[in-house]
Nanobody, 116 residues
Framework: QMQVEESGGGLVQPGGSLRLSCAAS?????????TNWYRQAPGRQREQIAS???????AYADSVKGRFTVFRDNAKDTVYLQMNNLKPEDTAVYYC?????????WGQGTQVTVSS
């Protein structure tokens, strides 16, 4: 069974940047799957914010478009979420989901806090 783990979260000032990683277990060939990034702020529903398909097609929620970029390193079986110009409203736990129409694997999440 695939293992998925997020990392890279932390505390950053408004306007700063972070890069999150979503690493799959070895020899998974993450490029064969669609990877979705979600976030969940306290008291709010989990929302999908970015995705990259097996064909490298990307999509973004309006709330992050132009600030966040999702990309993949196939050799490392890792998908990244580059987050620039972070805002306090970006504070949330960020999750990745790796899957296909038959199955999905979630990571445990990584906390991102944007505060001065």
């Amino acid at each position: 069974q695939m293992q998925v783990e997020e990392s890279g979260g932390g505390l950053v000032q408004p306007g700063g940047s972070l890069r999150l990683s979503c690493a799959a277990s070895r020899n998974v060939f993450i490029e064969q799957y669609t990877t979705n990034w979600y976030r969940q702020a306290p008291g709010r529903q989990r929302e999908q914010i970015a995705s990259i398909t097996s064909k490298s097609t990307t999509a973004y929620a309006d709330s992050v478009k132009g600030r966040f970029t999702v990309f993949r390193d196939n050799a490392k079986d890792t998908v990244y979420l580059q987050m620039n110009n972070l805002k306090p409203e970006d504070t949330a736990v960020y999750y990745c989901k790796v899957g296909n129409p038959l199955t999905n694997f979630w990571g445990q999440g990584t906390q991102v806090t944007v505060s001065s």
